[in-house]
């Protein structure tokens, strides 16, 4: 019996010595996700005020050239994508505040821009080249070139330079003295929307 239980138990020890190793494994799924991220920010100049208020100002405008930093908007931009930036008014005219029956025509007013960011190369985005009217429809006033324009709020700095009867670029080419406009606070809002390539 001995034998037997010894012949038995070496039969075993041979099974366990020629037998296959058993491999595992484990799975680990790995994820990635990208959010998008589209920040405008409009850091000086959030309220445009006008007032005119002698012949020269309604002959020749305010702010000829766009250099009084009292007429511009700073805006930052932080995308992880390329990206626009559009520009429009909410309505069809500047409407009275003191009588809502007047109106001022909005290409009155005008703008361009320029950059100091960090980015500041003109590869990274096509600007107006001459001074755009503004309007209630929206205008591309940053195109970003594919593959150049995202960023941080650093290398995408820009500024608004606002300006009021000059009759330059698209703006009106009559001045607000021959357009015998009725005096009075007209008002509108413009909107600036970040917009992704």
Do not use: C, H
């Amino acid at each position: 019996m001995r034998k037997l239980f010894f012949a038995a138990a070496m039969l075993l020890l041979s099974q366990a010595g020629f037998g296959q190793a058993v491999n595992d494994q484990a799975i680990i799924p790995v994820s990635v996700t990208l959010n998008s991220i589209l920040r405008l920010t409009v850091v000086s100049g959030g309220n445009i005020d006008f007032v005119v208020n002698t012949i020269d100002q309604y002959t020749s405008g305010i702010n000829t050239g766009g250099g009084d930093a009292r007429y511009q908007t700073n805006f930052t931009v932080s995308a992880s994508q390329d990206f626009n930036v559009t520009i429009r008014a909410e309505d069809a005219n500047f409407l009275g505040q003191d009588n809502a029956a007047n109106t001022m025509p909005l290409n009155n007013v005008g703008l361009d821009l320029s950059e100091s960011g960090s980015g500041n190369d003109p590869a990274n985005w096509a600007l107006p080249a001459a001074v755009l009217a503004l309007t209630n429809g929206a205008q591309n006033i940053v195109t970003g070139v594919a593959g150049a324009a995202a960023g941080g709020a650093d290398k995408n700095n820009f500024t608004i330079r606002w300006r009021l009867g000059t009759s330059e670029g698209a703006m009106n080419a009559s001045s607000l003295l021959a357009q015998s406009l009725t005096p009075d606070r007209y008002i509108t809002n413009v909107f600036l929307e970040l917009v992704p390539k």
